[in-house]
Structure formats: structure tokens, C-alpha cells
């Protein structure tokens, strides 16, 4: 039996139906910013990531450094409880951390993934309003368009339209949420004031119920790919310190590079209370993510009646998961970086450019190490991904986008590959210029 139908027999796949028989690629090897494909037919084919598999294998596969890191932490040993112990890795992962995110967040909790930081994060508001002498305040202001994880808590701060609270009915919390920021390329500064005046209402009426506002900073992501003006967050700080509320900070896709700066609050200067770093955190090889918060945050929820946060992954600071962090963190330290998501922004934008002519498309829009092509109406996802492979790249579109965060270190001619063949899947699959339907 081939590996495909072996998986189809026993396997979900995410945001998926058992049964569906969406088509399935099956990954012989991975080098460089390239999947090695062979489909269910048996064709193979060669593909760029153009997604950097969902957005954290940023320094590419089989990278040497980050191999080489691997191997000498596992002939030490792979994994250790972190309850009442401790090990090189997660404290020197963490004192970079600390050193390299926005002044004033002094403490590490980690996490197995992004959305049980966002998880920890939100129990963490909740103890420190109640250890101020504030036990009412439980809920949390969110914003439309969001999107913050999977697990329950982190779906409560979601999109309540698009995301899933009608799925999950008497389960999510009754939050409040605000209108997304307006769009970074519409914005003035009269829009950006408007916002953040009805932001401003929703926090002083409900002030007395709210624990912490949480944000993506700059980029909201799986929510819609939606870029705004970082004055937005400056804003947001302003209105959490009338109001004795936290500032959250959800930058596990935004962090680590991804916009253009080294984390997206960078944009804005501004300091959260609390931050969330998860996907890119290991370059992408195992998954580990980390909440940060104030120091003032942590004494006070240590003083409080549970005397302790309340979490304890088994997985927490795995060794060989912070090793894999510090090597990622030591290639980002070079900081070329910077001038290759310079470089791929300025291809993105150039490349993208064509798509705008397309009957099909609503927007084309960049950010960083960020491509984005909005459609008028739902993507055909199976046909656009057949599509792009036949250009040579790897694409996975949701909703009405066909986007892109590529590895950092794709050359020029990699991002062209990406761009055209993003283009060419959407005029293929959903009309050219003239608004026709190709074959």
C-alpha cells in the first residue's frame, strides 16, 4: 500500500474532514527553502516552501548550524523535567530572550507551542487582576479579524465572526471586541484616531470586567493577513494604562524578523506587559514557544492567593528544543537577516505587482517577508496549490488568500519562482485580466 493510502486510512490532517480525499503530497526530502514532492499518482516534483512551513523554517531545511546543535544536545541528553530542575539551554535561551525583546519583559515561562503561550498568558492577566485586588476582571478585549491559536482560551480572543464561536457554543468565554485597526495602506492619521476613540469607549465601559487587551502586533495573520499602522499600538498602550489594564502582545508569527523588524512592537517602540514568541523560535526544526511578562507582572501574580502560576507543561524548556533555539537565535544574532527580508520585501512588492491587474483580486499587499494576494471571493485551495507546484512552488491558501512567507534565505531567483508562480496559479485558476476563467 502506498504511503498516501496508508495515510488516508488512519489519519485527520488539520482543518480537514476524514474522508474528503483533498489531495495529499507526500514529502521525500527537504533541503535548502525546497520540498522533494511525490504525489498520489506517483509524479515527483520539486517545490519551493514558499510557505516556510507555516511560517517558522525560517533559516531552511537541513540547515548545518542548526543540525549540527541538534546532534551535540542529543549526545548529552534530549529531555529533562524542568520541576525543580534546570539546564544550560533554557537559561541562556531565556537571558537572550529577555535581552533581545522590548525593554521591561524580564521573565520567561516556556511553552510546547504558540497557542499554550497565548494560554499561559491569559491565565497569567487573570491571577495578576485578581492578586491587585481586582478578581473581577476575567474577560479580555480582542479585536475582529484576530487570531491567537487553536486551544479554548486562545479561540475566546479570536475573530468572533470568522473564527470559531459558533462552532463552540456555551465553551468560549464572552469576550469583548473591538473593530481591527484600519488598513496600513488606507490609514490617516483621522482613521487611526477614530479607532482607537472606539477602542478607548469599549475599554472604559467595561473596565471594571477586563483583565488585559490582546493584540497581533502590526499583522494579523491567520485572521486575514491584515497589515496596519503601528501608531495603532502606541495607541493601545496609552488606553491599557488608563484603564490598569495588561498589554498583550501575540507575536509567534510576527516575531523573530518575520515584518521587518526583529519583533513586530519593534515598529512602534513600544513595550507589552506580556509577548508570546513561538514558530520561528527553533528555526522551525521542533515545537517551543515562550511567554514573557514584566517583572511587576510576576511579583505580583507570585504574591497572590495561589501563590504560583498555574501551568506546567511536561514538555516545558525541552533541552533539545532550546538548543535548537539558541542556534536559530545565533543565526539571526549575524544580523543578515535584515538586509535578506529587506531584499525579499522589495522582490515581493515588485513581483506581486501584476496580480493587481487580475479581474480576481481584491488587494496585493507586503510586509516584511510577507506576500499577500486577497481575492474577491474564496480561493479554490486544491487547484491553486496543483497549480503552484507546476510553477515549481509549495502554496497553501486559506480563505481568500493566496500568500506567502518565505525562508529567509531564498535568493532572487527563488522569490521570482515564488511571486510568478503565485500570479500565474491565480490567473489560471480564477481568470486573467479580462475576467475569464482559464481552462
Given at each position: 500500500?502506498?504511503?498516501?493510502?496508508?495515510?488516508?486510512?488512519?489519519?485527520?490532517?488539520?482543518?480537514?474532514?476524514?474522508g474528503d480525499n483533498a489531495p495529499l503530497w507526500q514529502v521525500d526530502a527537504?533541503?535548502?527553502?525546497?520540498?522533494?514532492?511525490?504525489?498520489?499518482?506517483?509524479?515527483?516534483?520539486?517545490?519551493?516552501?514558499?510557505?516556510?512551513?507555516?511560517?517558522?523554517?525560517?533559516?531552511?531545511?537541513?540547515?548545518?548550524?542548526?543540525?549540527?546543535?541538534?546532534?551535540?544536545?542529543?549526545?548529552?541528553?534530549?529531555?529533562?523535567?524542568?520541576?525543580?530542575?534546570?539546564?544550560?539551554?533554557?537559561?541562556?535561551?531565556?537571558?537572550?530572550?529577555?535581552?533581545?525583546?522590548?525593554?521591561?519583559?524580564?521573565?520567561?515561562?516556556?511553552?510546547?507551542?504558540?497557542?499554550?503561550?497565548?494560554?499561559?498568558?491569559?491565565?497569567?492577566?487573570?491571577?495578576?487582576?485578581?492578586?491587585?485586588?481586582?478578581?473581577?476582571?476575567?474577560?479580555?478585549?480582542?479585536?475582529?479579524?484576530?487570531?491567537?491559536?487553536?486551544?479554548?482560551?486562545?479561540?475566546?480572543?479570536g475573530d468572533p465572526v470568522g473564527g470559531m464561536h459558533s462552532d463552540f457554543?456555551?465553551?468560549?468565554?464572552?469576550?469583548?471586541?473591538?473593530?481591527?485597526?484600519?488598513?496600513?495602506?488606507?490609514?490617516?492619521?483621522?482613521?487611526?484616531?477614530?479607532?482607537?476613540?472606539?477602542?478607548?469607549?469599549?475599554?472604559?465601559?467595561?473596565?471594571?470586567?477586563?483583565?488585559?487587551?490582546?493584540?497581533?502586533?502590526?499583522?494579523?495573520?491567520?485572521?486575514?493577513?491584515?497589515?496596519?499602522?503601528?501608531?495603532?499600538?502606541?495607541?493601545?498602550?496609552?488606553?491599557?494604562?488608563?484603564?490598569?489594564?495588561?498589554?498583550?502582545?501575540?507575536?509567534?508569527?510576527?516575531?523573530?524578523?518575520?515584518?521587518?523588524?526583529?519583533?513586530?512592537?519593534?515598529?512602534?517602540?513600544?513595550?507589552?506587559?506580556?509577548?508570546?514568541?513561538?514558530?520561528?523560535?527553533?528555526?522551525?526544526?521542533?515545537?517551543?514557544?515562550?511567554?514573557?511578562?514584566?517583572?511587576?507582572?510576576?511579583?505580583?501574580?507570585?504574591?497572590?492567593?495561589?501563590?504560583?502560576?498555574?501551568?506546567?507543561?511536561?514538555?516545558?524548556?525541552?533541552?533539545?528544543?532550546?538548543?535548537?533555539?539558541?542556534?536559530?537565535?545565533?543565526?539571526?544574532?549575524?544580523?543578515?537577516?535584515?538586509?535578506?527580508?529587506?531584499?525579499?520585501?522589495?522582490?515581493?512588492?515588485?513581483?506581486?505587482?501584476?496580480?493587481?491587474?487580475?479581474?480576481?483580486?481584491?488587494?496585493?499587499?507586503?510586509?516584511?517577508?510577507?506576500?499577500?494576494?486577497?481575492?474577491?471571493?474564496?480561493?479554490?485551495?486544491?487547484?491553486?496549490?496543483?497549480?503552484?507546484?507546476?510553477?515549481?512552488?509549495?502554496?497553501?491558501?486559506?480563505?481568500?488568500?493566496?500568500?506567502?512567507?518565505?525562508?529567509?534565505?531564498?535568493?532572487?531567483?527563488?522569490?521570482?519562482?515564488?511571486?510568478?508562480?503565485?500570479?500565474?496559479?491565480?490567473?489560471?485558476?480564477?481568470?486573467?485580466?479580462?475576467?475569464?476563467?482559464?481552462?
Amino acid at each position: 500500500m502506498k504511503l498516501i493510502e496508508r495515510d488516508r486510512a488512519v489519519l485527520w490532517h488539520p482543518y480537514s474532514s476524514v474522508g474528503d480525499n483533498a489531495p495529499l503530497w507526500q514529502v521525500d526530502a527537504a533541503t535548502g527553502v525546497r520540498l522533494h514532492l511525490t504525489s498520489e499518482s506517483g509524479q515527483q516534483a520539486e517545490a519551493i516552501d514558499a510557505m516556510a512551513s507555516w511560517w517558522c523554517m525560517i533559516h531552511g531545511y537541513r540547515n548545518p548550524v542548526l543540525d549540527a546543535a541538534a546532534a551535540e544536545q542529543l549526545a548529552r541528553f534530549s529531555h529533562v523535567m524542568f520541576g525543580g530542575l534546570t539546564h544550560e539551554p533554557a537559561v541562556r535561551l531565556a537571558e537572550r530572550l529577555v535581552a533581545m525583546t522590548p525593554d521591561g519583559l524580564d521573565r520567561v515561562f516556556f511553552a510546547d507551542s504558540g497557542s499554550v503561550s497565548v494560554e499561559v498568558a491569559l491565565k497569567i492577566a487573570v491571577q495578576y487582576q485578581t492578586a491587585a485586588g481586582r478578581p473581577a476582571r476575567q474577560r479580555f478585549l480582542g479585536f475582529h479579524g484576530s487570531y491567537h491559536g487553536d486551544t479554548f482560551a486562545a479561540m475566546g480572543i479570536g475573530d468572533p465572526v470568522g473564527g470559531m464561536h459558533s462552532d463552540f457554543p456555551g465553551l468560549l468565554a464572552d469576550n469583548f471586541f473591538a473593530p481591527r485597526p484600519p488598513a496600513a495602506a488606507e490609514a490617516t492619521p483621522e482613521t487611526i484616531a477614530a479607532w482607537a476613540s472606539n477602542v478607548k469607549s469599549l475599554a472604559l465601559a467595561h473596565s471594571d470586567e477586563l483583565a488585559a487587551i490582546v493584540i497581533e502586533p502590526v499583522l494579523q495573520g491567520t485572521g486575514g493577513m491584515h497589515v496596519y499602522p503601528a501608531e495603532c499600538l502606541t495607541a493601545l498602550r496609552a488606553i491599557a494604562d488608563r484603564h490598569g489594564l495588561l498589554l498583550i502582545f501575540d507575536e509567534i508569527a510576527t516575531g523573530l524578523g518575520r515584518t521587518g523588524a526583529l519583533f513586530a512592537a519593534d515598529h512602534a517602540g513600544v513595550s507589552p506587559d506580556i509577548m508570546c514568541v513561538g514558530k520561528a523560535l527553533t528555526g522551525g526544526y521542533l515545537s517551543l514557544a515562550a511567554m514573557l511578562c514584566s517583572e511587576r507582572v510576576a511579583m505580583t501574580v507570585s504574591a497572590g492567593r495561589a501563590g504560583a502560576l498555574l501551568h506546567g507543561p511536561t514538555f516545558m524548556a525541552n533541552p533539545l528544543a532550546c538548543a535548537l533555539a539558541n542556534a536559530s537565535l545565533d543565526l539571526l544574532e549575524t544580523g543578515e537577516w535584515q538586509a535578506h527580508v529587506a531584499r525579499i520585501n522589495a522582490e515581493l512588492t515588485s513581483g506581486l505587482a501584476p496580480a493587481a491587474q487580475l479581474a480576481a483580486v481584491k488587494d496585493v499587499r507586503t510586509i516584511g517577508a510577507v506576500g499577500v494576494i486577497q481575492l474577491a471571493s474564496p480561493v479554490d485551495v486544491a487547484a491553486v496549490t496543483r497549480v503552484g507546484i507546476r510553477h515549481g512552488v509549495w502554496l497553501r491558501p486559506f480563505r481568500d488568500l493566496v500568500y506567502t512567507m518565505p525562508p529567509f534565505i531564498c535568493d532572487s531567483s527563488e522569490t521570482e519562482i515564488i511571486t510568478a508562480g503565485m500570479v500565474s496559479a491565480v490567473a489560471e485558476v480564477h481568470g486573467d485580466t479580462t475576467g475569464s476563467t482559464a481552462p
